[in-house]
Each structure stands twice: as C-alpha cells, then as structure tokens.
C-alpha cells in the first residue's frame, strides 16, 4: 500500500513492503512502532536508531513531538488522493456543483448548513465507507446551497449530498 505523508510542508511518498519494511521515496528502512503506554507516547525503531514521541490527532492530522520540535504530519492513503485529485479539477466560478458520493456509505456529518458560505477545501460532508471516513471538501469557494443528506443516512454511490453556487 502506497501513502503519501506530508511533514512540515515537505510530502514523501511511503510504501509497505510485503517484508514488513518501508520505502520512503525510494529509499528502504527497517522499522518497528510500538505504544508505551496506548495513548500518545510511542518507540520507534528506523534503521536501529531509537525515538520516542508523542503523537496526538488533531483535526484530521497528526502533532508529533519529537526531540523538542513539532512537527504538523497529514497522511493520505492512494484512495484518498484519488478523492482529492478528483475534488481538485477546475470548477468554474458562478455555476452550481454538485457533491456526489464518489461510493457508497454512511454519512457520518454534515458540518455545513444551507446558506453558509464555505471556503475551497473546507469539509462539506463526513462519508465513512470499508469502515474508513472520507472528508468530501468544498472543490472552491461558493454558498451551500442545499444539504441532501444528514448523519446516520446511507447513501449509494453518486448521490448528491451537498449543492454549492
């Protein structure tokens, strides 16, 4: 499985390895994480050099300190970046679109109300599927103008959930 994680505004593209190892851009490492206490604190072995950190979820992202220093990490896996590849295509100002369900699943929030402006990648609808949750974001800036869905609906692949002008 490929993933693709930002740190600090620098991306590297991460592999799993059938081995249990990792390429990081190309590059192996040995690897092994481990939680100390099943809350935020964590080892991690890279190439027989140890670590310990925290690690805390926030917003989607990951806050990891480690060695004084903060460090902001978003990971994405290849089904996510497809979605976001997809949200990204041009939009033109001024006309309608619609936020379809890219497949099936169940909306777990609708954090937008109609009416409500809303900024290019400001999430719109909450869609967990395969027991993964999906953020569907706004593909520019524009108005809600209508919610078709509310948390705990199921929805079948290309219903629109939300229209924004």
């Known amino acids: 499985m490929k993933y693709l994680a930002t740190v600090n505004d620098q991306t590297y593209t991460i592999e799993l390895q059938p081995d249990g ?3 990081v851009d190309g590059h192996e490492h040995e690897v092994n994480f ?8 964590y ?3 890279v190439n027989n050099r140890s670590y310990e950190g925290l690690v805390r979820e926030a917003e989607g ?3 990891v300190l480690l060695w004084g220093a903060l460090y902001n990490v978003k990971v994405m896996d290849e089904r996510e970046q497809r979605l976001a590849q997809s949200s990204a ?3 033109p100002s001024g006309t309608e679109i619609a936020i379809r369900a890219p497949m099936p699943g169940l909306i777990v929030e609708v954090p937008v109300d109609a009416g409500q402006d809303v900024e290019a ?3 719109l609808v909450i869609l967990e599927s395969m027991k993964m949750q999906n953020e569907l974001k706004a593909p520019r800036a524009g ?3 209508a919610v078709h869905v509310k948390a705990g609906e199921n929805v079948e692949q290309n219903k629109t959930l939300v229209t924004i002008t």
């Open 89 to 91: 295509l041009f939009v």
């Open 61 to 63: 992202q990951y806050e």
């Open 143 to 145: 108005k809600v103008h």
């Open 34 to 41: 481990l939680s100390l206490d099943e809350k935020a604190f």
């Open 43 to 45: 080892s991690l072995l």
């Open 21 to 23: 190892k990792l390429l």
């Open 121 to 123: 990648g400001e999430t």
